[in-house]
């Protein structure tokens, strides 16, 4: 039972084009949404994060929208750079949850001079 | 600063065999978690430590266990183990657990082949 999906296996984007990673959810019980970026050889690092009560926070070029009732977020990267490229991961946390993360499956994202 | 350490960072058991990995949290973090990442899947939760005590297990068997020292260290055992088991291993370090802002810092992981 994945809670948390994301669909697109990979993405690739034209550097300084616009990068669209989505993620959708089930449980009405996240509160709390993270993306993470990771590199290969490395441990994921977090990238930026929105609240329930949110539907968009900005950090430079990236971008998390949040639509609550379609249970499903989408981070924006623009403009995307050659060292975007990167695997991608949505996660999800509950309230009370102690950061406890549920991860989705990631999206590799590859960003082409 | 040093970040989120575990060793080893590679590590080759037989089926059966039981392994001990360790992680260091980020000096004054009191919260450590150990997730599992299978190749071409998220991580998936494990279990969460604060100040000692277990704060969360996730959908794993008994033959997984956890602890953490007085000095904020942590330990992940498995035992019996299997040829599912063979994963990356990432540990995680926080502050507190108290804090939605709170982020999680991740170590680069062990890599856990079992043949």
């Known amino acids: 039972d994945q809670q948390v999906k994301q669909n697109s296996p990979s993405l690739s984007v034209q550097e300084g084009r616009i990068s669209i990673l989505n993620c959708d959810y089930t449980n009405s019980m996240f509160d709390y949404f993270l993306w993470y970026k990771k590199y290969p050889a490395e441990g994921p690092t977090f990238l930026i994060s929105?609240?329930?009560?949110?539907d968009k926070n900005e950090d430079g070029r990236f971008t998390v929208f949040l639509n609550k009732s379609a249970k499903h977020l989408s981070l924006h990267i623009v403009p995307s750079q050659p060292g975007d490229s990167a695997v991608y991961f949505c996660?999800?946390?509950?309230?009370?949850?102690?950061?406890?993360?549920?991860f989705g499956g990631g999206t590799r994202l590859m960003v082409k001079p | 600063d040093a970040g989120v350490t575990q060793s080893p960072t590679h590590l080759i058991k037989t089926r059966g065999q039981h392994v001990t990995l360790r992680c260091s949290p980020i000096s004054g973090h009191k919260s450590v978690s150990w997730y599992q990442q299978v190749l071409g899947q998220g991580p998936q939760f494990i279990f969460q430590y604060y100040e000692k005590e277990e704060r969360g297990r996730g959908n794993f068997p008994d033959r997984f266990s956890a602890r953490q020292f007085p000095n904020y260290s942590s330990e992940l055992n498995v035992n019996a183990l299997l040829l599912g088991d063979s994963a990356l291993y990432l540990c995680a370090s926080s502050i507190d657990i108290f804090s939605t802002n709170e982020k999680l810092f991740f170590g680069s992981g062990t890599q856990l082949s079992v043949l």
């Open positions: 929105i609240s329930s009560i949110k």
């Open positions: 996660a999800a946390m509950g309230l009370n949850a102690g950061n406890m993360l549920t």
